[in-house]
């Protein structure tokens, strides 16, 4: 039942705060998304001493679907960034920002949006979670259109354009397996009775390429990931907070636990194309990054790059890059958030966010700028941040398998380099340029300090103190490689022993 209240806990809010006006929405939705963060934490406490949080209900019976919800390592991990990031952008961003609707909407559907989210992590029944992995666009939807720049209806639409065609694709992919496994017996959408399912090579394939293209478009990967930018670029920074942070960490987050856990022959076959298109999105990521004029488009462009990363840690299928993997899903979220959230304040006092209009800010704002300079280091996986302890463990467990794809893929972190510093050298360093003196007048606020703080602490401790979260991707990533059946390669001086 804890599982249940923890999810409904900011959908009821959001309700709560719709019917209310001014700055209170603000509070009462800062309250209710702190709630649910230290509900967040009593559930990882449970978890951690051992109890059996899961949840089991028949819902369907004609489908065998259940409202089924459970907890992993890997599923705590998401519903931790999750309950981190909301209260977060909530205290970010002023609530009487401007938009086609009042700021009380928008707290409430960022609430929303959170409950969906954590029923996404938490889901065990395929169907339960296919029905909120499309519900989770509903509220983007509205964010995207109802705030942000000139031409954010245009980018509202090809985000759910996109998001739909890959959820109609996985959609076949959903009955087909439910159809498949009530053909040898009683219908079941539950994990834990798809992972038996027994069928031949060539339908598994197809049902693996539905999810597989759903979670692509979601994560996002080449060539499907041309919205996000578009999206990123018309958003608030709060609102691409929540989609780089949360709602694309579901394209990953799917990957394991539905493509690797219930068609583990196919994600084999499939893994040699896979992990060229994810060595792609690497290099694509970031030398579109370091040619961009914008920061919002930057910050977007490296995230293509970042989930390069994340998905070749995936398919590379050793336990060490899985755990990596996962590891830079949590850090990724932090890091893009001190992005995304300082470029806000940026272009809230410059009214712009192209690199030109800036020059020199450091010397007018240092404390802003200092930020923008930590979450570009946690971006370019800085040793000491987090970032770094994922990125490593990716490309060494991709080098025991794929020596060759994880050379290539570590000129990835010599071009975030030079997207990072390029960015802020044009952006922070040198003589304070007439626009800058002119428009940077005041440093961070108190408030906008204490909302990027926490973000910069966990990349921190997570960079200094990563155990506690590798015990629980070492869990995901071990039973993952158990349910593929596959062991880690051999080291060649293991084979010498031998």
């Not at 951690?48 to 819902?59: K, Q």
């Amino acid at each position: 039942m804890l599982l249940t209240i923890l999810a409904l806990v900011p959908f009821v809010g959001g309700l709560v705060v719709w019917f209310l006006r001014g700055a209170t929405s603000r509070y009462v939705g800062i309250g209710v998304a702190l709630a649910t963060f230290a509900l967040s934490v009593v559930v990882a406490a449970q978890h951690l001493g051992g109890a059996n949080l899961s949840e089991h209900h028949l819902w369907i019976k004609a489908f065998g679907a259940y409202y089924a919800l459970g907890l992993d390592g890997m599923g705590l991990l998401m519903v931790l960034l999750t309950t981190v990031l909301v209260p977060v952008v909530l205290l970010a961003e002023p609530a009487d920002e401007t938009g086609r609707w009042g700021a009380h909407v928008k707290v409430a559907l960022v609430l929303i949006l959170e409950s969906l989210s954590l029923y996404v992590f938490l889901a065990t029944d395929v169907l339960l979670f296919y029905l909120f992995f499309e519900a989770t666009l509903i509220p983007m939807y509205f964010l995207i259109a109802g705030w942000g720049g000139a031409k954010r209806a245009k980018a509202a639409v090809k985000f759910l354009l996109f998001s739909l065609a890959g959820g109609l694709v996985m959609l076949f992919s959903v009955i087909g397996v439910g159809v498949s496994y009530a053909s040898q017996g009683a219908p079941s959408y539950l994990l834990e009775d798809l992972a038996k399912l027994n069928v031949t090579p060539s339908v598994e394939m197809l049902l693996f390429i539905g999810f597989f293209v759903a979670f692509a478009v979601k994560a996002p990967m080449v060539p499907v990931h041309t919205w996000l930018p578009d999206t990123a670029e018309q958003a608030t920074p709060g609102t691409s907070t929540l989609l780089v942070g949360i709602l694309d960490k579901i394209g990953t987050f799917g990957m394991i636990r539905f493509c690797l856990g219930l068609f583990p022959d196919a994600s084999r076959l499939a893994t040699p194309v896979i992990v060229v298109l994810a060595l792609i999105s690497i290099l694509y990521g970031a030398l579109a990054a370091i040619g961009q004029k914008n920061l919002l488009r930057l910050v977007a462009f490296t995230s293509v790059s970042h989930f390069g990363f994340m998905v070749l840690g995936i398919f590379a299928l050793t336990t060490q890059s899985i755990s990596g993997s996962i590891f830079y899903m949590l850090n990724h979220g932090f890091s893009t958030a001190a992005l995304f959230l300082v470029v806000g304040y940026l272009a809230k006092r410059r009214g712009s966010v192209q690199i030109s209009d800036f020059g020199g800010v450091f010397g007018k704002a240092p404390v802003l700028a200092g930020l923008l300079l930590l979450g570009g280091l946690a971006s370019l996986s800085l040793p000491g941040m987090g970032s770094f302890v994922g990125e490593f463990l990716v490309l060494a467990g991709t080098w025991s398998r794929y020596p060759v794809i994880a050379a290539i893929a570590a000129t990835g972190m010599v071009l975030a380099a030079l997207y990072i510093l390029i960015m802020y050298q044009r952006t922070m360093t040198g003589p304070v340029t007439e626009q800058t003196e002119k428009h940077i007048t005041t440093d961070a606020s108190w408030l906008e300090r204490l909302a990027v703080a926490p973000v910069i602490v966990l990349l921190l401790l997570t960079g200094f103190f990563p155990k506690p979260v590798l015990d629980q991707t070492d869990q995901t990533a071990k039973q993952t490689m158990t349910t593929m059946n596959i062991s880690d390669p051999v080291p060649a001086a293991g084979k010498e022993g031998k």
